[in-house]
């Protein structure tokens, strides 16, 4: 067979040999998570399944919907002989949830968390020129707090939450790196200063190494530089960029440096070597605005929850992630909320090529099936780990514009300190900490608990365009509408921060719906077409002429399952005349009329 998503899986640190084990493997539902005992690791397991899709989905071979307290993966792999003299490393970019990996029967690697990566070191258990059995232990324990974005904590469908997905779930493989190897590089842009900064963390120091970069575009070498990388674990480099070669990065500019980085010995011979890119872009806050390259740039964002009827998490393919960032655009968009789910690292790529604004999200919706508020199910450090790793994945990309770490929270604030004070103060820290050139909502809709968070928002899904207006309408006296009852605040008070409705709409549309068939949306559905026209046009202009709102965004790119709201159906067929809805939002917004 063919190999499913064959396309390497970290488009922003590329190095040349690598090896993709997506295809079959051997496979095992351990419904009592008994396997260990019961000597799964040691034997062949009885089916097969095509990674990187998970057992729930069509495209695994497997489709099984019901829970999987456990699942069991086995292949035997021979390590290309050529990459003698070099360690071996095997990468998972996502596995839900908590995962035991064994090579040659020895434990390689423990990671927790189904939504970033991890890396196991062959080093010692297998060498390139051998043959290597891998087996992999994938618990995914339904009832316990763990990040779980939009997955149902039912054997069904139900509301806002769809199909589980256990496993592995996006793409397995090989790469070979020297001892003293590269790793995944920081690009922060400065445009103030026209430059790139380098940050890049080399895995071990020896004497005379030196760290080499070339910046590149259409034209050729825009710039060189070079330093010593024998004294420091994360040698820093500026990558100049004449002012004749400066191009920003930004929706219909999507500009991109090629860079090339070059690790050396004393002797000039290449230690290892790959390739990255970046965006020369900045983000501003000044005043109610966010800027974008020191102009205002109204946000026109959609809801994306990155499902899909056949691979459920996973993309079917790379064309699909594509089609999804050029649906939006072709609807009026210039952006998303990554929802619930922290998606691929190449839907990240194809936003930074076609110039498509993001926010990453972490998915911790999961945690009580409502936000991280619920107190029996206590989240706790995990989060904030698992926060942490994402977070580095995804630095460097130029489309990402800011963070958002947790999603409709609520719990009443009282003078206890609690503990989604703790999680929400502690991911708005981690992302400050790690990301200091990005915004980051401390949380998104409901229950604000951190007074220095960049961004503060609400979530609005008022059918009647005349009462959402009156809802939206106390911003201008710096008492926005807020989330939870009135009488027990979910929320600190709003400091004047720039301020966003960051879901509203979510219009019911779909005419073909049976009675009693499971089909829903906000509010009452529109009796005809026209009449959903008119209700998107009315809302999008009630906060496009709000000279205090930077943008909004609006649910939802497509239908999930039975969410039946969105511009498109869940097979990404148009529901709507797709140049109305994006006449309506075209109109320029108030706020970038201040300038």
């Known amino acids: 067979m063919s190999i499913p998503r064959p ?16 295809g079959e493997w051997e496979f095992e539902i351990d419904a009592g998570d008994s396997g260990l005992e019961r000597g799964l690791r040691d034997r062949p397991l009885h089916a097969r399944i095509v990674v990187p899709f998970c057992p729930e989905s069509r495209l695994s071979g497997i489709g099984h919907t019901d829970f999987m307290n456990a699942v069991w993966y086995r292949r035997i792999v021979r390590i290309p002989e050529a990459w003698a003299g070099r360690k071996v490393l095997l990468h998972f970019q996502a596995v839900d949830y ?69 496993g592995i779930w996006q793409t397995v493989w090989l790469e070979p790196v020297p001892e003293c190897a590269l790793k995944r590089p920081r690009l922060t842009p400065d445009v103030a200063n026209g430059l790139i900064r380098l940050e890049q963390p080399l895995s071990a120091n020896r004497p005379g190494l030196r760290l080499r970069a070339t910046l590149r575009d259409a034209d050729g070498v825009v710039c ?92 079917p393919s790379d064309e699909a992630l594509v089609r999804d960032i050029e649906l939006a655009q072709a609807a009026g968009f210039n952006g998303a909320r990554l929802h619930q789910k922290v998606f691929e690292e190449r839907f990240l790529y194809h936003a930074d090529r076609l110039g498509y604004l993001v926010w990453g999200e972490f998915a911790d919706w999961g945690c009580g099936g409502f936000g991280a508020g619920e107190d029996h199910q206590r989240p706790g450090a995990t989060y ?63 229950s604000h608990r951190v007074p220095e968070a960049d961004i503060y928002d609400c979530h609005d899904y008022e059918q009647n365009p005349e009462k959402f207006r009156a809802n939206q309408a106390g911003l201008a006296e710096g008492k926005p509408f807020a989330n939870g009852p009135a009488d027990r605040p979910w929320s600190i008070p709003y400091r004047g921060q720039p301020f966003f409705v960051s879901e509203f709409g979510g219009i019911w549309w779909n005419p073909d719906a049976k009675p009693g068939e499971d089909s829903w949306g906000y509010g009452e559905r529109p009796k005809t077409l026209e009449e959903f026209y008119e209700r998107f046009e009315r809302l999008c202009a009630v906060l496009l002429e709000d000279p205090r709102m930077f943008g909004y965004c609006y649910t939802q790119l497509t239908d999930v399952y039975q969410e039946q709201n969105g511009i498109y159906t869940f097979d990404r067929r148009a529901k709507f005349d797709l140049e109305r809805l994006r006449r309506a939002q075209q109109r320029r917004a108030a706020i970038e009329k201040t300038e």
């Open 7 to 22: 396309e390497y899986p970290r488009p922003q640190f590329v190095r040349d040999d690598w090896l993709c084990l997506n």
């Open 98 to 166: 908590d995962t035991t990996v064994w090579a040659n029967g020895v434990e390689v690697g423990r990671h927790r968390g189904g939504f970033s990566p991890f890396t196991c070191d062959l080093s010692g258990v297998a060498q390139p020129g051998e043959e290597v059995t891998l087996v992999v232990r994938a618990r995914d324990r339904n009832g316990l707090p763990q990040p779980r974005g939009k997955q149902s904590p039912r054997y069904g469908n139900f509301g806002c939450l769809y199909t589980r997905t256990t």
């Open 224 to 315: 060189t530089a070079e330093c010593r990388a024998d004294l420091d674990l994360a040698p820093r480099l500026d990558l100049a960029i004449p002012p004749e070669r400066r191009h920003f990065w930004a929706p219909g500019n999507p500009h991109l440096y090629d860079v090339e980085l070059t690790l050396v010995d004393e002797t000039g011979a290449v230690v290892d070597r790959a390739t990255s890119y970046a965006g020369l872009r900045s983000i501003a806050i000044d005043g109610p605005a966010v800027k974008l390259n020191g102009q205002v740039l109204f946000q026109r964002l959609v809801l994306d929850q990155g499902y899909y009827p056949d691979g459920i998490l996973t993309a």
């Open 384 to 446: 904030i780990t698992q926060w942490l790793e994402v977070i580095e994945r995804d630095y460097s990309h130029p489309s990402l514009i800011g963070w958002c770490p947790l999603n409709e929270t609520h719990q009443a604030i009282t003078d206890e300190v609690t503990i989604l004070d703790d999680v929400t103060r502690g991911m708005f820290l981690a992302a400050k900490a790690l990301d200091t050139s990005r915004p980051v909502l401390d949380t998104s809709g409901y």
